[in-house]
Each structure stands twice: as C-alpha cells, then as structure tokens.
C-alpha cells in the first residue's frame, strides 16, 4: 500500500518569503525505486528551499520503498497550495531509475504560450533505451530529455549510493535548470551525513562537468 507524507513551509515571513534569487515558482517530480535516494535528493531541494526563504510544500509517495517499490515526490517551491503536482504541468522531473522515468515523463509540462517545456533528467546506463515514438512525442511536445549513467559516475568515483548526487550534478549544468550549483553544493554540505558528505561534492562536480560537456552537445 502506498503510503504519501507531507512537506511544507507554510510558516515564512514576508521578508523571508522573497530570496535574493528572485521569484520561483518550481514544480518538481522525483522518482526511483527504494534504495536510490530519492529522498535524499527531496532533502537537499527542500533546504536549498527553505535556505533561500522559497515557500515549499509538496509530498512523498513511498510505496514499497523498502523493497525497491516506487518512490515518488511531489515538490513545489513557490506560491502553490496543493501537494501534487498534476500530470502536464512540472518544470523538472529528476528519475533514478528508467522504468520509473517511462513512468512520470507525462508529469512534465509541454511548452506553450512561449514558454519552454519541461526538463527531464535521467539516469539510465543506455542513453537510447527510449524508442522513437517516445522521443518524437517528446520532441514534439518541446520537453527536453537527457539520459546519464550517473550510476557509472558515481561507481567510478567508489560511491555507487551517491547515484543521486551525480545525477542532480548533471542537472545542474543545464542552462535552464533553476537551482545555482553553488547553493546545491551547499545544501549537500549541510544534509549528506557526514561519513559522505566529502565524497558526495566530489561526485557532484563530476556530475555537473560531464553534464556540461553532453549537455552542450545536445542544446
């Protein structure tokens, strides 16, 4: 049975509701198996969050996340009310798994009125595991995808549980990917425990530099 909690920052103030960063107004999706990270990864955009003064609110679908069942969350950052976040309309979808990717991809809005359409980062070790149809349907859509072996990353780096770390690196190197890289490293300072914490900033900035050199590729 799937089990959902909540996550929210109904309590900011004025002065902190408005972060030097300017206006944000996120929706993101999460998702993986048990055993990945999802909700580590949840941790470090909610503190950069709540760090920055963002209102937040969102939710954790856990499912069987101790079996390597479904993990999904649910995270907006900005003026939202509601948890979750409706099929169509997310800005970011971060997958650590590919199953899992095939099945949130509809959660990412397409462009329209001018606006880009969402982004979505995948970790996957066959960067065309995606058949055709997919991709054309998401091209046509104007959602941009891009696939990473982060597990071979973070295997290489001798961390393979910080697969979530250098996927949301990758991420991070995208020009329209709305968290600085610097603020994230700082929010994985504070949350990784601290036997990782080392290690971890390392697998992010390897991360974040093949993510600039194939992401460019692709832009």
């Given at each position: 049975?799937?089990?959902?909690?909540?996550?929210?920052?109904?309590?900011?103030?004025?002065r902190?509701?408005?972060?030097?960063?300017?206006?944000?107004?996120?929706?993101?999706?999460?998702?993986?198996?048990?055993?990945?990270?999802?909700?580590?990864?949840?941790?470090?955009?909610?503190?950069?969050?709540?760090?920055?003064?963002?209102?937040?609110?969102?939710?954790?679908?856990?499912?069987?996340?101790?079996?390597?069942?479904?993990?999904?969350?649910?995270?907006?950052?900005?003026?939202?009310?509601?948890?979750?976040?409706?099929?169509?309309?997310?800005?970011?979808?971060?997958?650590?798994?590919?199953?899992?990717?095939?099945?949130?991809?509809?959660?990412?809005?397409?462009?329209a009125?001018?606006?880009?359409?969402?982004?979505?980062?995948?970790?996957?070790?066959?960067?065309?595991?995606?058949?055709?149809?997919?991709?054309?349907?998401?091209?046509?859509?104007?959602?941009?995808?891009?696939?990473?072996?982060?597990?071979?990353?973070?295997?290489?780096?001798?961390?393979?549980?910080?697969?979530?770390?250098?996927l949301?690196?990758?991420?991070?190197?995208?020009?329209?990917?709305p968290?600085?890289?610097?603020?994230?490293?700082?929010?994985?300072?504070?949350?990784?425990?601290?036997?990782?914490?080392?290690?971890?900033?390392?697998?992010?900035?390897?991360?974040?530099?093949?993510?600039?050199?194939?992401?460019?590729?692709?832009?």
């Amino acid at each position: 049975m799937n089990q959902q909690s909540a996550i929210c920052n109904p309590c900011l103030s004025g002065r902190q509701a408005h972060s030097a960063l300017g206006k944000m107004n996120i929706q993101m999706i999460i998702s993986g198996v048990g055993g990945q990270g999802v909700l580590l990864v949840t941790r470090i955009f909610s503190d950069f969050a709540l760090r920055e003064g963002y209102p937040l609110i969102g939710s954790e679908d856990h499912g069987m996340s101790q079996r390597g069942g479904s993990v999904i969350t649910y995270l907006k950052i900005g003026d939202f009310n509601n948890p979750l976040v409706k099929r169509g309309s997310a800005n970011i979808l971060l997958s650590l798994e590919r199953n899992e990717a095939l099945k949130t991809l509809n959660y990412l809005r397409p462009s329209a009125n001018g606006q880009n359409g969402g982004l979505g980062f995948i970790n996957a070790s066959d960067p065309n595991y995606m058949n055709d149809q997919i991709r054309n349907y998401l091209k046509e859509k104007g959602i941009e995808i891009y696939i990473f072996s982060a597990d071979r990353v973070a295997s290489e780096m001798g961390s393979v549980q910080s697969t979530n770390i250098a996927l949301i690196g990758f991420a991070s190197a995208h020009p329209r990917f709305p968290f600085p890289p610097e603020k994230l490293r700082q929010s994985i300072d504070r949350v990784t425990p601290p036997k990782f914490r080392e290690m971890s900033l390392k697998i992010f900035d390897k991360g974040f530099i093949e993510g600039g050199r194939l992401i460019k590729k692709e832009i």
